[in-house]
C-alpha cells in the first residue's frame, strides 16, 4: 500500500500542560496500526476530521441470509440461520439435505434419516434416524454436542486419575483398590513399585480430536449484516443505508473521506518506485486529485530530516535503534491549488483529464491523444528525470490534480529498513458545504511508503 | 488491428472464442480480451444465454459460461463495470455491478456474486455460493473469508473500471 492516512485516535490524550513542542510528529504515528488506505476511512463533516473504524460505530441495520433470504431481526444474538442452509465444513460450498423415511422394522423403530451431500467435495453427513420431528438445526446441534460432550467427559476423567494417583504415591490417601480398573494392570505394578512418572497418557481416538469434531458436522450458514457507521465523537451520522431492501447498494447519506480528501499518489519520475537504494538520490512525483466540485488549496509540509526520535523508519531487525539523520526530505512546491472536479467527470474526455500525465502510457489510443495535446513544457520537465528545487509549483497540472515534485536523499542506512515518509497535508476551501458546516480548513498525515531499502 | 470494435463500441480481440454470439449480449464499452464465451445452448424462452453490462473487462484466459443443471442451461449475467482478471474460470449465475475478480479465480456452477464485491485473486467460490453485496472475499488457505468491504468503493471500482476500459 504505497500511501495511507494516520488516524490520530490512538494518540494520548495530554492536558495543555504537559504538551511539548520536542515531538514532530504524532506519537503513534510509527504505529501501522494507525494507517489505513483512503478507502477504508470516513471523514466527518461536522468535527472536520477522518475517522477510522476505531473511532467509527458500526451499527447493524439488516442481519441476513445471503442465500436463502431469510431476514433476522438485527437486535437479536443470533449470528447463523435459523433455516436449513448449511455449508459443507470442507469446502463451504451449500450442502442438499434428502430425507428418507423408514418403516418399523424389527428392532429399528419408524422415523426418517437425513443425508446431507456436497456437490462440490462428495462429502456426506447421514443424520441416522431421527423417531421425532424436530428441525433439522436442532437435530445437528444435538448430535454435535453429545460429541463433545463425550470429549469432555473423557478429559475429565483423565485429569480426576491423574491427580488421584499423584495423591496415590505422595501421600497414599488413595488406595490401590481406588485405581483398579482405571489403568492398566502393568501401569498399576508400577505404580505399587513406586515408580514415579507413572501417569497414564491421555490417549485420543480418531473422534476425540476437536477439529475433526467440528469437521464431522454440517455447518450453519452464517448470517451477513448491512451496516451504518456514526462517528464516536459527535454521533453523527457517517453513512446511512437506504432501508427499502437490504441487498440495496444505495445510501441515504454517505461521508466516505475519497470524496472529501484529494487521493495522494506516488511516482517515480524515472525508473520503478521500489529498488530504493542507500547514498542515492531518487527524485519521485506525489499527485493530488481533487474529488470534490469545488476547488482546494493545498499545503503540504513534511520534515527536512527524518531522524530516530520520530521513528518514521522503521528498522525490521533491530526496532528501536538509533539511527541519527539518515533520509534527507526536499519539497520546493509547498503550496498549491487544485480545480474543483468537471461536472460530467464520467464522460471518457473528463476521465482521461482526470488522469496525470505520469500515469498515462501508450496503451491505448484516448491516452496517447492526450499525450499528444499536453503542452510540452511539462512533458519536458517530467520527462528530464531530475528535480529543479529552485522551482515552486507544480510539476504538472490538470483539471483537478497537481503533480509535485519530492527529493529523497538516502544516507547511509542498514539493507532491509523500510523507508515510509511522512506528509502534513492541510486543505483550505472557501466553499460552505451548509449554513451548519463552515468553511473550516483542515489536515491530516499521509505516510508514504517506498518499501524496503536495497543496499 | 487486434480488436474487433462494435457499434456499441464493444472492444473484442480477435483471437477470442466466442459461441453463439446470438445468444450473448453486450451492452456498450465493453473490453473482451483473448478468451473464451461459450453460450451455444440457447435458452428455451428465447432470452438471451450471456449478458453483459458496459464498462466491462474480460481478461485474457478467462473462461465464461452459463451455469447448468439437471433441467438445462440457465442464463448467466454480470452486471456493469466487472473486471474479471486473467485466467479466471466462471459458470455464475450471476455477477453484480461493479465487482473485480482478481486472476486465477474459478466461481463455481450456479454461483452468485451481488454488487459491489472485490474476490481476491486464486479463490474457488463453491457452485452456489452466494456472496453479499460489499464483500470483500479473502484467500483463507484453502478455503476463503468473506469480509465487510467499505462503502466507498462502489465509486471507486467503478471508476477504475471506467478507466480501464478508455486509457
Not at chain 1, 528501536?320 to 472536479?341: A, D, I, S, Y
Not at chain 1, 515552486?392 to 497537481?402: F, I, K, M, R, S
Not at chain 2, 463495470?81 to 459458470?91: F, S, T
Request: aromatic share 6%; charged share 25%.
Amino acid at each position: 500500500m504505497p500511501v495511507s492516512l494516520f488516524c490520530p485516535c490512538s494518540e494520548p490524550m495530554v492536558s495543555s500542560e504537559d504538551i511539548s513542542m520536542d515531538y514532530k510528529l504524532p506519537r503513534t504515528i510509527g504505529d501501522t496500526n494507525t494507517h489505513h488506505a483512503l478507502s477504508d476511512l470516513y471523514f466527518c463533516n461536522d468535527c472536520r476530521a477522518l475517522r477510522c473504524r476505531k473511532c467509527s460505530e458500526p451499527q447493524i441495520e439488516f442481519k441476513f441470509c445471503a442465500r436463502c433470504r431469510h431476514k433476522a431481526d438485527p437486535h437479536e444474538i443470533t449470528r447463523v440461520c435459523p433455516k436449513n442452509c448449511f455449508d459443507c465444513p470442507k469446502c463451504a460450498a451449500p450442502l442438499s439435505a434428502k430425507s428418507q423415511t423408514h418403516a418399523p422394522a424389527e428392532g429399528r423403530p419408524k422415523g426418517k434419516s437425513f443425508l446431507f451431500s456436497c456437490g462440490n467435495c462428495d462429502w456426506t453427513y447421514d443424520t441416522g434416524v431421527e423417531t421425532r420431528p424436530r428441525p433439522l438445526k436442532v437435530i445437528l446441534q444435538d448430535q454435535r454436542a453429545d460429541m463433545n460432550t463425550e470429549l469432555f467427559d473423557r478429559l475429565r476423567e483423565h485429569y480426576a486419575l491423574e491427580k488421584d494417583i499423584r495423591s496415590f504415591l505422595s501421600s497414599r490417601k488413595v488406595t490401590s483398590d481406588d485405581l483398579v480398573g482405571r489403568v492398566t494392570p502393568d501401569q498399576l505394578a508400577r505404580l505399587m513399585a513406586g515408580k514415579r512418572n507413572s501417569y497414564p497418557d491421555f490417549e485420543p481416538t480418531d473422534s476425540d480430536s476437536y477439529c475433526k469434531v467440528q469437521s464431522e458436522f454440517p455447518e450453519s450458514h452464517p448470517l451477513s449484516t448491512r451496516i451504518s457507521h456514526i462517528c464516536k465523537a459527535c454521533r453523527g451520522d457517517l453513512v446511512k443505508l437506504d432501508r427499502s431492501d437490504f441487498l440495496s447498494t444505495k445510501f441515504y447519506k454517505i461521508s466516505s473521506a475519497s470524496d472529501v480528501l484529494p487521493e495522494i499518489e506516488i511516482f517515480r519520475l524515472s525508473g520503478k518506485l521500489d529498488n530504493l537504494r542507500r547514498n542515492s538520490t531518487n527524485n519521485l512525483c506525489v499527485n493530488f486529485a481533487n474529488s470534490q466540485s469545488f476547488s482546494l488549496e493545498i499545503n503540504v509540509s513534511t520534515l527536512t530530516y527524518l531522524s530516530s526520535d520520530l521513528d518514521p523508519v522503521e528498522d525490521s531487525a533491530n526496532p528501536g535503534v538509533e539511527h541519527g539523520h539518515m533520509v534527507k526530505l526536499t519539497l520546493p512546491c509547498q503550496r498549491f491549488t487544485l480545480g474543483p472536479r468537471p461536472d460530467k467527470f464520467t464522460r471518457p474526455e473528463n476521465l482521461v483529464q482526470g488522469i496525470p500525465t505520469i500515469a498515462l502510457d501508450q496503451e491505448s489510443k484516448a491516452s496517447r491523444v492526450e499525450l499528444i495535446a499536453k503542452r510540452s513544457a511539462s512533458l519536458g520537465r517530467l520527462s528530464s528525470g531530475k528535480i529543479d528545487t529552485t522551482r515552486d509549483c507544480p510539476l504538472d497540472e490538470g483539471a483537478n490534480w497537481a503533480t509535485i515534485p519530492l527529493l529523497v536523499e538516502i544516507g547511509e542506512v542498514e539493507e532491509g529498513i523500510r523507508l515510509r515518509l511522512p506528509l502534513f497535508v492541510t486543505v483550505h476551501t472557501t466553499h460552505q458545504i451548509s449554513p451548519s458546516h463552515p468553511a473550516v480548513p483542515y489536515g491530516f498525515w499521509a505516510i508514504l511508503d517506498l518499501g524496503p531499502i536495497a543496499v | 488491428m487486434d480488436y474487433i470494435t462494435t457499434q456499441s463500441n464493444n472492444r473484442i480481440h480477435r483471437g477470442s472464442r466466442i459461441k453463439g454470439s446470438s445468444n450473448i449480449q453486450i451492452q456498450g464499452n465493453t473490453l473482451v480480451e483473448e478468451c473464451v464465451i461459450d453460450a451455444h445452448e440457447a435458452i428455451p424462452d428465447g432470452s438471451p444465454t450471456i449478458v453483459i453490462g458496459k464498462y466491462c473487462i474480460l481478461g485474457r484466459g478467462v473462461e465464461l459460461k452459463p451455469p447448468v443443471s439437471t433441467s438445462g442451461v440457465h442464463p448467466s449475467a454480470v452486471g456493469s463495470y466487472v473486471l474479471i482478471g486473467e485466467n479466471c474460470k466462471i459458470a455464475s449465475a450471476a455477477i453484480g455491478s461493479r465487482v473485480i475478480v482478481g486472476e486465477g479465480c474459478v466461481l463455481g456452477n450456479g454461483s452468485i456474486i451481488h454488487d459491489c464485491c472485490i474476490l481476491d485473486p486464486g479463490l474457488v467460490v463453491p457452485g452456489k455460493y452466494v456472496v453479499p453485496p460489499f464483500s470483500h472475499v479473502l484467500k483463507w488457505g484453502d478455503a476463503f473469508k468473506v469480509r465487510h468491504l467499505n462503502e466507498s468503493h462502489k465509486l471507486r471500482i467503478e471508476l477504475l473500471a471506467r478507466r480501464r476500459v478508455i486509457a
